[in-house]
């Protein structure tokens, strides 16, 4: 018998419809992943280009010193020589002082918060995100611990898990009428940074309690056995042999959460942010102030410029320039995180 | 040591031949009576009798899933870690205590009996870390007490030349049978009276294997070894007696040379010659 061609030869053959499926396949997801690339790159380079040009000048010291330094300020518009002059509230006043006789009649225009800076607001995010992070990782981090160590699985804790997974899929404005109910107006918090911290861990504490679970669980159980052989207690052997070994995974969902509380406008609407405020978060008498203060965030600042004053080339200026820092804020604290993750993995590799 | 021990018909060899009877020497430091074992419903040991003596060697072997492992987990009460594991009958004593009274501190019962994984798992941090690790849960802080230990359980473990520059680097970056020496010498930094070995040497080279062996046999001086092992040659080699297992029952124990020269049960006879099954 004669053998058959060999099917070998198959390979030098045309496409079968097999192939141009797969070509077809291959193509379109690959297009996708560019075209979402695409849009994200168009986000940045309008952010930006646009807030690049408001906080980098092109003389020295080539950042505008002020816009990160300063409180934000009204804008006074006016023509003086021909000339058309901006200059904030504190600098005009200073200036109608000087040239009273001058300045009687002359048409003014003033423009809110599109003079200055964004400090306050700035620092106003830092702190929100700190504290709440803070108190969003000690309660996250209690409630995995719990769930993966001690806790018998049985229906209760399937419950429990099910509804901090649902709490997670909440609205985030519906956290901040929570807050807004229980923090400001029940405990009595007022408009604070305490009443936010809270809101906001309660928002990414789902997140949280989820990562760490799963970071907890990755631990292989051999460390537990061989702390526990070696005569350690539970806790003992969870907090030098288990949760170190977790930290990194742990960590990883904060900057989940870090990104999130940065960001949420909603939840701090009702419960920390002030559209103005002239003293700055340290300038307090007493350290319950410091937590019963409200405080101004970067946000805030851009829902209010972008949407509750009248719009114009000078807001503009400032809503890019706002959307830019806080950009970079956001990236700043989260790659504290990251590196801190980074540290604690070469320290702990397994 | 020698003591003999008579070929019988008996079910239960251990019963003609008490350890403590055999040899004045060697008294009975684990004595386990009439010891069943449930996971849940299914039952993992049935009626498990037997004495094990003093600063000997005694090897546990058995089909896979014979339950050899559970027994040893008993002996450190590491089963109380499985939900549903439970001692359904008989009692375990060490040293004439009853491990199984609620009154017993387990953390305690854990600090006398030390255990060896099959798996090793040194933790991630560096040997030093690892083997100070039992002292300082308890609280050791003084830092030349610390070094001491160190310095005495790595050469317990014979592992103290090949790694004493290098004491601050991480554990994991030792070889296999280095990272298993570590668990031996972190077990034997608490100074516990017992040391419980689940297959010590499955993982390592002939090489590494020869030298936990040799340990062993120097471990034997100071402390109780109870050893299980796959490696017949192995439970030859370094094991005073040997207890034999089959489906969760004890078929024959007897000091190793019987077991493995002359065993009375037929079964005994089929799994050491390697015609099992
Ligand atoms: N955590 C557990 N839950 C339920 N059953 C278990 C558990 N661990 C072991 N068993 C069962 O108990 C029996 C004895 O298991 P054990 O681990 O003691 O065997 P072994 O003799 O150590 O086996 P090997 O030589 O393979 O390690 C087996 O049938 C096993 O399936
Ligand atoms: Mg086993």
């Not at chain 1, 018998?152 to 399937?158: Q, S």
């Not at chain 1, 701090?268 to 340290?282: G, K, N, S």
């Given at each position: 018998?004669?053998?058959?061609p060999?099917?070998f030869?198959?390979?030098?053959?045309?496409?079968t419809?097999?192939?141009r499926v797969?070509t077809g396949?291959?193509?379109l997801?690959?297009?996708?992943?560019?075209?979402?690339?695409?849009?994200?790159a168009f986000?940045?380079w309008d952010?930006g280009s646009?807030g690049g040009?408001?906080?980098?000048q092109s003389?020295?010291?080539?950042i505008n010193v002020?816009f990160?330094?300063?409180?934000p300020?009204t804008l006074?518009?006016?023509?003086?020589?021909?000339r058309?002059q901006?200059?904030?509230?504190?600098?005009f006043?200073?200036?109608k002082?000087?040239?009273?006789a001058?300045?009687?009649g002359?048409?003014?225009?003033?423009?809110?918060?599109s003079?200055?800076?964004?400090?306050?607001n700035?620092a106003g995010?830092?702190?929100?995100?700190l504290g709440?992070?803070?108190?969003?990782?000690?309660?996250?981090v209690?409630?995995a611990?719990?769930?993966?160590?001690y806790?018998?699985?049985g229906?209760f804790?399937?419950?429990?898990?099910?509804?901090?997974?649902?709490l997670?899929g909440?609205?985030?404005?519906?956290?901040g009428l929570?807050?807004f109910?229980?923090?400001?107006?029940?405990l009595d918090?007022?408009?604070?940074?305490?009443?936010?911290?809270l809101t906001?861990?309660?928002?990414?504490?789902?997140i949280?309690i989820?990562?760490s679970?799963e970071?907890l669980k990755a631990?292989?159980?051999?460390?537990?056995?061989g702390?526990?052989?070696?005569?350690?207690?539970?806790?003992q052997t969870?907090?030098?042999n288990v949760l170190?070994?977790?930290?990194?995974?742990i960590l990883?969902?904060?900057?989940?959460a870090i990104?999130r509380?940065?960001?949420e406008?909603a939840p701090?609407?009702?419960?920390?942010a002030f559209?103005?405020?002239d003293e700055?978060?340290w300038q307090?008498?007493k350290w319950?102030?410091?937590i019963f203060?409200?405080v101004?965030?970067?946000?805030?600042?851009i829902?209010?410029?972008?949407?509750?004053?009248?719009?114009?080339?000078?807001t503009?200026d400032?809503?890019?320039?706002?959307?830019?820092?806080?950009?970079f804020t956001?990236?700043?604290i989260?790659?504290?995180?990251?590196?801190l993750?980074?540290?604690?993995?070469?320290?702990y590799?397994? | 040591?020698?003591?003999?021990v008579?070929p019988?018909a008996a079910?239960?060899?251990?019963?003609?031949?008490?350890?403590?009877a055999?040899?004045?020497?060697a008294r009975?430091?684990?004595?386990?009576?009439?010891v069943?074992?449930h996971?849940?419903?299914?039952k993992?040991?049935h009626?498990?009798t037997?004495?094990?003596?003093?600063r000997?060697v005694?090897?546990?072997?058995?089909?896979?899933?014979?339950?050899?492992?559970t027994?040893?987990?008993c002996l450190?009460?590491m089963?109380d870690?499985?939900d549903?594991?439970?001692?359904?009958a008989g009692r375990i004593?060490i040293d004439?205590?009853?491990?199984?009274d609620?009154r017993?501190?387990?953390?305690?019962?854990?600090?006398?009996?030390?255990m060896?994984f099959?798996?090793?798992?040194?933790?991630?941090?560096?040997?030093y870390e690892n083997?100070?690790y039992?002292?300082?849960?308890?609280?050791?802080k003084t830092?030349?007490?610390l070094?001491?230990?160190v310095?005495h359980s790595?050469?317990?473990?014979?592992?103290?030349?090949?790694?004493?520059d290098?004491l601050h680097?991480?554990a994991?970056?030792?070889?296999?049978g280095?990272?298993?020496?570590?668990c031996?010498?972190?077990?034997?930094a608490?100074e516990?009276?017992?040391i419980?070995?689940?297959e010590?040497?499955s993982?390592?080279?002939p090489?590494?294997?020869?030298?936990?062996e040799?340990l062993?046999?120097?471990?034997k001086k100071q402390f109780?070894?109870v050893i299980?092992t796959?490696?017949m040659?192995q439970?030859?080699?370094?094991s005073?007696r040997?207890?034999f297992?089959?489906?969760?029952?004890?078929?024959?124990?007897a000091?190793?040379?019987t077991i493995?020269?002359?065993p009375a049960?037929?079964q005994?006879?089929?799994?050491?010659?390697?015609?099992?099954?």
């Amino acid at each position: 018998m004669k053998p058959a061609p060999s099917a070998f030869a198959a390979i030098f053959g045309r496409p079968t419809p097999a192939k141009r499926v797969e070509t077809g396949v291959f193509w379109l997801l690959r297009l996708c992943t560019y075209f979402v690339l695409l849009c994200a790159a168009f986000i940045f380079w309008d952010i930006g280009s646009k807030g690049g040009a408001v906080v980098f000048q092109s003389s020295a010291p080539f950042i505008n010193v002020p816009f990160l330094t300063e409180s934000p300020e009204t804008l006074n518009v006016f023509v003086r020589d021909g000339r058309e002059q901006t200059m904030g509230d504190r600098a005009f006043r200073q200036f109608k002082a000087e040239h009273a006789a001058e300045m009687k009649g002359v048409a003014v225009e003033t423009y809110v918060y599109s003079a200055g800076g964004i400090f306050p607001n700035i620092a106003g995010t830092v702190l929100l995100v700190l504290g709440s992070i803070l108190i969003a990782l000690v309660l996250g981090v209690l409630s995995a611990i719990y769930l993966s160590e001690y806790a018998t699985e049985g229906p209760f804790i399937r419950f429990l898990r099910l509804s901090i997974v649902n709490l997670a899929g909440v609205p985030s404005i519906v956290f901040g009428l929570f807050g807004f109910g229980m923090f400001v107006i029940a405990l009595d918090f007022g408009v604070s940074l305490l009443a936010g911290w809270l809101t906001m861990a309660f928002m990414v504490l789902p997140i949280i309690i989820t990562a760490s679970e799963e970071a907890l669980k990755a631990v292989p159980q051999g460390y537990r056995e061989g702390s526990l052989a070696l005569g350690a207690t539970k806790f003992q052997t969870i907090l030098t042999n288990v949760l170190p070994y977790a930290l990194p995974g742990i960590l990883t969902s904060s900057v989940l959460a870090i990104a999130r509380v940065a960001g949420e406008t909603a939840p701090i609407m009702f419960t920390a942010a002030f559209v103005m405020r002239d003293e700055l978060p340290w300038q307090v008498q007493k350290w319950t102030d410091f937590i019963f203060q409200g405080v101004m965030a970067l946000p805030y600042h851009i829902y209010v410029v972008a949407s509750k004053i009248p719009q114009n080339e000078y807001t503009r200026d400032v809503q890019y320039g706002t959307a830019f820092v806080f950009l970079f804020t956001v990236a700043a604290i989260a790659m504290t995180a990251v590196i801190l993750r980074q540290r604690l993995r070469k320290k702990y590799q397994w | 040591m020698t003591e003999s021990v008579a070929p019988s018909a008996a079910p239960r060899p251990l019963a003609v031949a008490p350890v403590a009877a055999a040899s004045p020497a060697a008294r009975a430091a684990i004595e386990i009576d009439d010891v069943d074992f449930h996971y849940g419903a299914s039952k993992a040991l049935h009626d498990i009798t037997l004495n094990i003596p003093e600063r000997q060697v005694t090897a546990f072997i058995g089909p896979s899933g014979c339950g050899k492992s559970t027994l040893l987990r008993c002996l450190n009460r590491m089963n109380d870690l499985i939900d549903g594991a439970r001692v359904s009958a008989g009692r375990i004593r060490i040293d004439g205590v009853n491990i199984f009274d609620p009154r017993v501190d387990v953390i305690e019962l854990r600090k006398r009996v030390g255990m060896v994984f099959q798996k090793s798992n040194p933790f991630p941090k560096s040997i030093y870390e690892n083997i100070t690790y039992g002292l300082r849960i308890q609280g050791q802080k003084t830092k030349a007490r610390l070094d001491e230990v160190v310095e005495h359980s790595l050469r317990g473990a014979a592992l103290w030349d090949e790694v004493k520059d290098r004491l601050h680097e991480s554990a994991l970056g030792l070889s296999g049978g280095q990272q298993q020496r570590v668990c031996i010498a972190r077990a034997i930094a608490v100074e516990p009276e017992i040391i419980l070995m689940d297959e010590p040497c499955s993982a390592l080279d002939p090489i590494a294997t020869a030298k936990v062996e040799e340990l062993i046999h120097g471990l034997k001086k100071q402390f109780t070894i109870v050893i299980v092992t796959h490696n017949m040659q192995q439970a030859a080699r370094c094991s005073d007696r040997t207890a034999f297992f089959y489906l969760g029952k004890l078929i024959e124990y007897a000091d190793t040379r019987t077991i493995f020269m002359n065993p009375a049960n037929p079964q005994t006879e089929a799994y050491v010659s390697g015609r099992f099954g």
